[in-house]
């Protein structure tokens, strides 16, 4: 059975670089596209991008500019990076599978509060 | 980019009642590229159907969707005291994928 696990710092400082992992268990990374989508507090979902194990990646361009995505095969994690945070930037971080464009599995999330 | 709009905002509905939920996007998604996630508070998605009508694994088969081009719907035949919650439905279609902003299913 597939499970993700976000981790990362739960409160980051406005104008500064959130960096959230997502370890992968039950699948090698290798087999699919994985995926970052964030939530702010009591609001929809975005999705924020996508990678494969190659390296290719696909942001959304109203993130793009401050978005990288990686990925560390050997570790079977992905990792996200968003520069240049602001408040709005707060919200729960999830990382999923990629099936085809829709997501399955999710991870439980984790909340990031940019703050200062 | 595609805008996908959720109509109700809110369903209030008693256990055994059938719930219709509808999805309407702004531009005819390709290959009915359309999924729906029910998600309850403090949970992450979880994924209901994807390719407008294809059950994910597991979800049972009260729950179904349908539709074509700009309009999508999920109807939950019967629902159950666990059905009370949040349904997002997400195209990918058409890069950047995103979702619609939510129908809120509330017990009357």
């Known amino acids: 059975q597939v499970q993700l696990q976000e981790s990362g710092p739960g409160l980051v400082r406005p104008s500064e670089t959130l960096s959230l992992t997502c370890t992968v268990s039950?699948?090698?990374?290798?087999?699919?596209?994985w995926s970052w989508i964030r939530q702010p507090p009591g609001r929809g979902l975005q999705w924020i991008g996508y990678?494969?194990?190659?390296?290719?990646?696909n942001y959304n361009p109203s993130l793009k500019s401050r978005v990288t995505m990686s990925v560390d095969t050997s570790k079977n994690q992905f990792s996200l990076k968003l520069t240049s945070v602001t408040t709005a930037d707060t919200a729960v971080y999830y990382c999923?599978?990629?099936?085809?464009?829709?997501?399955?599995?999710w991870g439980q999330g984790t909340l990031v509060t940019v703050s200062s | 980019e595609i805008v996908l709009t959720q109509s109700p905002g809110t369903l209030s509905l008693s256990p055994g009642e059938r719930a219709t939920l509808s999805c309407r996007a702004s531009q005819s998604l390709s290959n009915n590229y359309l999924a729906w996630y029910q998600q309850t508070p403090g949970q992450a998605p979880r994924l209901l159907i994807q390719?407008?009508?294809s059950r994910a694994t597991g979800i049972p088969d009260r729950f179904s969707g349908s539709g074509s081009g700009t309009d999508f719907t999920l109807t939950i035949s019967r629902l159950e005291p666990e059905d009370f919650a949040v349904y997002y439905c997400q195209q990918y279609g058409s890069s950047p994928w995103t979702f619609g902003h939510g129908t809120k299913v509330d017990i009357k």
């Open positions: 039950g699948d090698s990374i290798s087999s699919y596209f």
């Open positions: 999923a599978r990629v099936h085809g464009g829709w997501f399955d599995p």
């Open positions: 990678i494969h194990y190659t390296g290719s990646t």
């Open positions: 390719d407008a009508s």
